[in-house]
């Protein structure tokens, strides 16, 4: 979430500072910018689409439980409101806690508003939801690694 400037964001942001601030200055010899423009656009493109992951899996995992569009609108915005809650409430861990439980909770009760769905089976897509969430989190994680290791390698070589 760009609210509390994440990692990747951070990271892409630094980047960027780095080599034009860097070319700016005149501080890279022969105009080379510090990071490649390469390694900054794989950057770029990677804090982009863990964005996209953060707003569409909840709505996926209640999509792929068998949600309606009502509920799948519950996970993005229960989501995101748990998200900020959770972030206010424990910082980092909070976010992640209070995120999945807002797409869990929303989902499910968006989804019981339909008269033939039991509580049952709208946990089910709630459950869903939670699951879409942390599976965007795992995928964030795994791209903000690859993104860290690569501007650190970028930096240090001629790539």
């Known amino acids: 979430m760009l609210i509390g400037l994440p990692g990747l964001w951070l990271l892409t942001l630094s980047a960027l500072l780095v080599n034009v601030v860097g070319s700016w200055l005149g501080a890279w010899p022969l105009g080379a910018p510090l990071v490649g423009w390469y390694a900054f656009a794989f950057i770029l493109l990677s804090t982009l689409a863990s964005d996209v992951m953060d707003w569409i899996a909840g709505v996926l995992g209640a999509?792929?439980?068998?949600?309606?569009?009502?509920?799948?609108?519950?996970?993005?915005?229960?989501?995101?409101?748990?998200?900020?809650?959770?972030?206010?409430?424990?910082?980092?861990v909070?976010?992640?806690?209070?995120?999945?439980?807002?797409?869990?909770?929303?989902?499910?009760?968006?989804?019981?508003?339909?008269?033939?769905?039991?509580?049952?089976?709208?946990?089910?897509?709630?459950?869903?939801?939670?699951?879409?969430?942390?599976?965007?989190?795992?995928?964030?994680?795994?791209l903000c690694t690859l993104s860290a290791v690569l501007l650190v390698v970028a930096s240090w070589s001629a790539w």
């Not at 499910?108 to 599976?135: D, F, M, Y």
Request: no cysteine; hydrophobic share 50%; charged share 10%.
């Open 63 to 92: 999509k792929r439980a068998g949600g309606t569009r009502r509920a799948m609108a519950g996970a993005f915005a229960g989501g995101l409101v748990g998200a900020i809650t959770g972030s206010l409430v424990v910082p980092i």
């Open 94 to 142: 909070g976010t992640l806690i209070g995120g999945a439980l807002g797409a869990g909770l929303a989902a499910t009760l968006l989804q019981r508003t339909n008269a033939e769905q039991t509580w049952r089976s709208s946990a089910k897509v709630g459950a869903g939801a939670s699951a879409g969430w942390v599976v965007a989190v795992v995928f964030k994680l795994v």
